[in-house]
């Protein structure tokens, strides 16, 4: 399973910037996928997953400034991210995982990440 993380950069706050994810080697269609972003020092986080039916799910922080879609023609992942606000510095991985009811469980395939930079 390979897993590829692009449009990452760096951005005054309040822009924009979108990231988009391929992935190959698994069965796409059938796959729940995620973003998770980790900052200096901090732990990885969650910042929303989408379903294989096309259901999204939101870290409360991110909430209405971004938007999780699915692609299934392309095997692909975006996330439009408006609004940024430095706190969303970090490096942001695409992942292939599970849902149950609203609780997303990672499989262990992680992209090499993109980084994202907001200044103030």
């Known amino acids: 399973v390979q897993l590829q993380a692009s449009g990452g950069g760096l951005v005054q706050a309040g822009g924009s910037l979108k990231l988009s994810c391929t992935i190959s080697g698994t069965p796409f269609r059938t796959s729940a996928m995620a973003w998770y972003r980790q900052a200096p020092g901090q732990q990885r986080e969650m910042v929303a997953y989408?379903?294989?039916?096309?259901?999204?799910n939101y870290e409360a922080s991110v909430k209405g400034r971004f938007t999780i879609s699915r692609d299934n023609a392309k095997n692909a992942i975006n996330l439009q991210m408006n609004s940024l606000k430095p706190e969303d510095t970090g490096v942001y991985y695409c992942?292939?995982?599970?849902?149950?009811?609203?609780?997303?469980?990672?499989?262990?395939?992680w992209g090499q990440g993109t980084q994202v930079t907001v200044s103030s």
């Open positions: 992942n292939r995982g599970s849902v149950s009811g609203t609780n997303y469980s990672p499989y262990n395939y």
């Open positions: 989408i379903t294989n039916g096309g259901s999204t």
